[in-house]
């Protein structure tokens, strides 16, 4: 089954690390992708870059607005994702749990749904 | 009554949570299971009366509900990856021509796979009843004190969740097999609670629900025989089923523990009681069913020595309170220890929770902390204390005991006016 992990975070603590520290955190990351990869579950992944880059889009009365700035504002936001392909639930945890950002924030973990 | 209904109910009774078992195993499609079995159960009971009652039924319905099962992947596989569920289909035919000279028992999977943390943890024993022992939504409803029509949407969203999700139909490697066990304790314990509940014993459904309860917990023992704290739980529930009857008097009076008469406890359930609890000790890995069981067990030995054995009380409620982290533990430890050093000791350590908010309405602090004054003959403190226990109790037959309870305060001294 394949599923997504969605890494939520608090954006302004993560404005906020050192150079030092978000070096930490990449290479933590990088092993965690090749981890995955080496596994063969890894289907694809990606860091979102912040809300403050966000642009939304809705259609309402057939008049297209365009807002700058996220769907919804709360403390922690999506900030990243992988899509893995495992066999059940419990081994997409298991690899949620070893995410990195599961220590700093949460990660939801979501079934593909195949049509 | 036929014997074909007689036997197709023989057959569900022992085999409902084994037959779903096996044909949820490679589907992981729990309702879909439970249509299936329960479509090859009304064709059990169309033809048995006439064709005869099959050399084996259990087989008869498991090749019967595993054909179901066909009809239902043939009808989804459309909208589907076809070549996966080709094969699937392919494989499942074989095992179906085939017919399961006796199926496996996988039900421990099941019951791990009703209590996975990734299901609301108050529909965990509900959907445990429904899956293992086939109990119909209005009954668990009834049990949970729930609405039918809630029940029903919550174990049917509870199987979707399972199904959609992809909750693995399997029993936990052993690195994480004491958390998921304990899951699987806990629902099987709130079940029994439920049954527990109904003091007076005069609802059936909810009488036979603590015996199924049992029933699971017996099964979970069968099948993990080395899991120490599976023992402690079966244990703790016969203690507390031994001594059923006697928590009522003859006019349908609440009687406490300290009231009840050891020789009406039920000698055949302690005896077992003792001896899965001296099992689990053997093993060595103390835990919170293993401690409560325990202190059943220190309980109960008035039935021998005439007292409970309160020194052995109090340390288990200590050891309890390091692992639970329970102002209703530290509320019995304090009782205990009025019994080991008096009252005033007693009342210290039930001051120690006097400022959490969870006892605020929690009838048994009030009904403590007023014994215990009674006991140290703050009367006026003690009358308030009972007023708080009674306005807080549910059930008439303990409201009446805190009342006469209240009312024997007069003969110590007139409490003041309140």
Not at chain 2, 133 to 140: E, F, P, Q, T, V
Not at chain 2, 222 to 246: D, N
Not at chain 2, 300 to 312: C, K, N, P
Request: with cysteine; net charge neutral; proline share 5%.
């Amino acid at each position: 089954m394949q599923y997504l992990l969605m890494i939520y975070g608090d954006e302004a603590a993560m404005a906020a690390v050192t150079e030092a520290e978000g070096g930490k955190m990449l290479a933590a990351y990088g092993a965690y992708a090749e981890a995955m990869g080496k596994a063969g579950v890894l289907q694809g992944g990606n860091r979102l870059r912040p809300t403050s880059a966000s642009t939304t889009v809705r259609i309402a009365n057939g008049k297209t607005t365009v807002l700058d700035g996220p769907y919804i504002e709360t403390k922690e936001q999506l900030g990243g994702y992988f899509l893995i392909d495992v066999p059940d639930l419990d081994a997409a945890l298991s690899w949620a749990e070893r995410c990195p950002g599961a220590s700093t924030g949460v990660i939801e973990v979501r079934p593909i749904w195949t049509m | 009554m036929t014997a074909a209904r007689l036997t197709a109910e023989a057959v569900a009774r022992d085999s409902y949570g084994k037959l779903i078992a096996w044909l949820v195993a490679r589907t992981g499609d729990l309702a879909g299971a439970e249509d299936a079995l329960s479509d090859a159960f009304a064709a059990a009971l169309a033809e048995w009366p006439e064709a005869g009652v099959p050399d084996n039924p259990r087989a008869w319905l498991a090749t019967v509900a595993r054909r179901k099962q066909l009809d239902q992947l043939r009808r989804r596989r459309t909208r589907r990856d076809a070549a996966g569920h080709l094969a699937l289909l392919a494989n499942e035919f074989d095992t179906a021509r085939a017919g399961p000279a006796d199926i496996p028992d996988e039900r421990l999977a099941l019951m791990f796979v009703c209590a996975h943390p990734a299901i609301d943890a108050a529909v965990r024993a509900p959907l445990m009843l429904r899956t293992v022992l086939g109990l119909d939504a209005a009954s668990i409803a009834s049990a949970f004190l729930i609405a039918p029509a809630t029940m029903g949407q919550r174990l049917v969203r509870a199987q979707t969740r399972i199904k959609v999700t992809g909750i693995p139909f399997r029993v936990p490697e052993p690195e994480e097999l004491p958390d998921r066990l304990e899951a699987v304790l806990d629902a099987i314990y709130a079940a029994f609670a439920a049954g527990w509940t109904d003091p007076g014993g005069t609802e059936v459904r909810r009488r036979d629900l603590a015996v199924e309860a049992i029933w699971l917990g017996r099964l979970v023992v069968s099948l993990l025989p080395a899991a120490p704290e599976a023992l402690g739980l079966l244990a703790l529930m016969l203690y507390a089923e031994a001594r059923r009857a006697t928590r009522r008097g003859a006019a349908g009076e609440y009687v406490p523990l300290a009231e009840q008469d050891p020789k009406a406890w039920d000698q055949t359930m302690i005896g077992e009681a003792e001896t899965l609890l001296h099992r689990a000790g053997a093993m060595g890995m103390a835990g919170r069913f293993q401690l409560e069981a325990a202190i059943q067990s220190a309980h109960v030995v008035r039935r021998l020595t005439g007292r409970s054995d309160w020194v052995a009380i109090e340390r288990l409620y200590a050891a309890l309170e390091a692992v639970t982290d329970s102002p209703v533990v530290t509320i019995n430890r304090a009782i205990a220890v009025a019994e080991t050093r008096g009252v005033e000791a007693g009342l210290a350590v039930l001051g120690s929770v006097a400022g959490d908010k969870r006892v605020l309405e929690y009838q048994p602090y009030w009904a403590a902390l007023a014994g215990l004054l009674a006991r140290a003959g703050a009367v006026s403190a003690s009358d308030d204390a009972y007023r708080r226990a009674i306005g807080l109790e549910p059930d008439p037959a303990v409201r009446q005991f805190l009342t006469a309870k209240r009312a024997g305060l007069k003969g110590i001294n007139p409490p003041a006016s309140s």
